[in-house]
Each structure stands twice: as C-alpha cells, then as structure tokens.
C-alpha cells in the first residue's frame, strides 16, 4: 500500500531539509514542495501566514517513521502531519517501492 504524508514550514528551506532527509534516508521515494498561503486558529487568534507545503510519497509501512522524523526536526510547536493512502498508476507506484526501503 501507497500514502502521501503531508506537513507544512514556514521555509523553503526547512521544507527542502526535512524533504532531503526523506528521500536521502529511503523514507520517501518524492518529496513535492509548494509555496501556499495558509489561514488558521492558533491561541485564540485567526493568523494568516505565508508557508511551504511539503507531500512525501511512500509506502504506508513508512508513514509512522516519517512522523516521528518530521516531529523530531521540524521548528512548529505543534506541526500539521496528516497522511493519507493512496492508488496510482501501477509503474509509478512500483517506482515507489523501488525507491522506499522496505521492511
């Protein structure tokens, strides 16, 4: 099985790190990073912030390692890590498996 792990920096340069250690450690085989406009709730104020979203493809077996990766490094108190699974054309998700370390 295939997920998409996704959080978001405040940097590109933050984005393009924790996105460096993924594929360099065989956790992700792609990171995507885009810059996006963010609005949110945060101690009882509406903030409006400029920030970088960073999609990890990878196995689901991968998913829980890229969480507790992105918690260790990442500079948000709290950062947004959600993932989800995924289905895809079946020569982009072997690619995928062939680029992720497996169990």
């Known amino acids: 099985m295939y997920s998409i792990v996704y959080t978001t920096t405040s940097s590109k340069e933050e984005a393009s790190k924790i996105g460096r250690e993924l594929v360099e450690n065989k956790l ?10 963010s609005v949110y709730s945060w101690d009882g104020n509406i903030e409006e912030d400029k920030e ?8 689901t077996s991968r998913v829980q390692e890229i969480t507790d990766h992105i918690r260790k ?5 709290l950062p947004a890590i959600v993932s989800w ?14 680029n992720v370390k497996s169990d």
């Open 52 to 59: 970088f979203a960073l999609s990890a493809k990878t196995t």
């Open 73 to 77: 490094v990442h500079s948000y108190e």
């Open 28 to 37: 992700a085989a792609c990171v995507n990073i885009h810059a996006i406009d």
């Open 85 to 98: 699974k995924i289905t895809g054309e079946k020569e982009y998700l072997k690619w995928i498996s062939e």
